[in-house]
């Protein structure tokens, strides 16, 4: 067996970019080759390897010197960071002459740890995409499935809140709202997102996304922050691959909504039905909110307009009167209750409230009649309400349309008519 020049090992060593360093266990330095020298930024006039480290870690590798040399054994020692480099270092221990020399082995592993960071940033993404499409596939319940998914994405994004607008019409969107969110309002460049079909941002403190399926857009994410936030390529990767699979969600969303609407609309005035109304009712009556109002609108003489015009300017009398209570109050309070009756269910409401609701509807049934003046007859109301906070929703109504009756009793006796 031949033996190998030193030499030529230190040559070897250099050209596989490894250094090497013998020093004693007091850390003196008794050879370094010149790679070692570089990738610890050490100069040839430092005699210790201590030199090199800045006092609070100087302590550190004392002891670890100490250690090596007790033991007796070789090991490898943690990656750390240095001048933009990682550095990877092996210590062992051999004998010359009765003398302990440690000999330090340094490996730059800066592409090897990148490498890793990649990969982690890659298993990451595949974590949340997969968490996402999990739940997007939890229930049937989409509505849910997109809080939950709204809730993960203003988490892996920093952003503070985040609310996905449902619809491709910029004026007619429905909310689907990070849990800290409070968007009422369609924000503007929400609507531009829509129009343009384009990702837009407003200084990196608001973004919107627009979310596409089957080649259409089906919504909009929207995130907003105190702070600007521009996401790094990995995130991007992250949120394009969620948005990819919310378009679609949104999608079902849409068409659950639109069946479910369908379900609970009043063909005629596009206001809430009977049946949407019994389960406000039954919500409200398991919630007990601190106070509720109640408003029953009656449109007067419908019979007589039936009677006289035929049922289809009957018809037009109806749909104007809920024309007039939509520009009153919020649609998702009305509810037609019978043929020619509206109810008005409003939250928060104290006989203020509900008087203010009520002048509205007067303004604008003046303004509806003057609109349309070529309307055989104008429309008029027989309107009474209540509030509560201690019985039941039932009752409440019930006292509403008592009122209304006596309204309306009032109304045809003032024109010597019998009420119809």
Known sequence: ???????????????????????????????????????????????????????????????????????????????????????????????????????????????????????????????IVFQAAKTLASSLDYEQNLHKLINLIVEITSFNQGVIWIGNEPDSLYPISHQKSKEENIPPLVKRAIRQNTVLHKDYKEQAFPLIALGKIQGVLYLKSNDPIIPNEHRKQILSSIINLTGTAVMNAQILYDTQKRAYEDNLTKVNNRQMMEKVIAD??????????????????????NDTFGHEMGDQAIAGAADILKQS????????????????????????????????????????????????????????????????????????????????????????????
């Open 1 to 127: 067996m031949h033996s190998v020049p030193v030499k030529t090992i230190f040559e070897l060593l250099a050209e596989l970019q490894v250094g090497l360093t013998f020093v004693t266990p007091a850390g003196d330095i008794l050879y370094s080759n010149q790679y070692a020298q570089d990738i610890m930024k050490r100069g040839s006039e430092q005699t210790s390897v201590l030199d090199c480290h800045d006092a609070s870690t100087q302590s550190i590798v004392e002891e670890r010197l100490k250690t090596i040399t007790a033991n007796d054994e070789g090991e490898w020692h943690r990656v750390f960071e240095t001048n933009g480099k990682f550095i990877e270092n092996y210590y062992t221990t051999f004998n010359v002459n009765g003398q302990t020399i440690i000999s330090i082995v340094n490996q730059d592993v800066t592409k090897r740890e990148q490498t890793l960071a990649q990969l982690k940033e890659a298993l990451y993404e595949l974590k």
């Open 329 to 420: 109050t919020r649609k998702d309070n009305i509810f037609r209750y019978g043929g020619d009756e509206f109810l008005i269910l409003i939250e928060n409401a104290n006989r203020q409230i509900v008087v203010e609701v009520i002048n509205r509807i007067n303004t604008e049934l003046q303004r509806w009649n003057k609109e349309h003046e070529k309307f055989p007859t104008e429309l008029s109301f027989s309107v009474g309400w209540a509030t509560t906070s201690r019985c039941k929703i039932e009752d409440m109504i019930r006292r509403a349309d008592q009122m209304m009756y006596r309204d309306k009793e009032k109304f045809y006796k003032d024109r010597k008519r019998e009420p119809r």
């Open 284 to 305: 409200l009556n398991s919630k007990q909110p601190a106070k509720i109002g109640a408003l029953m609108i009656d449109v007067n003489r419908l019979k007589e307009i």
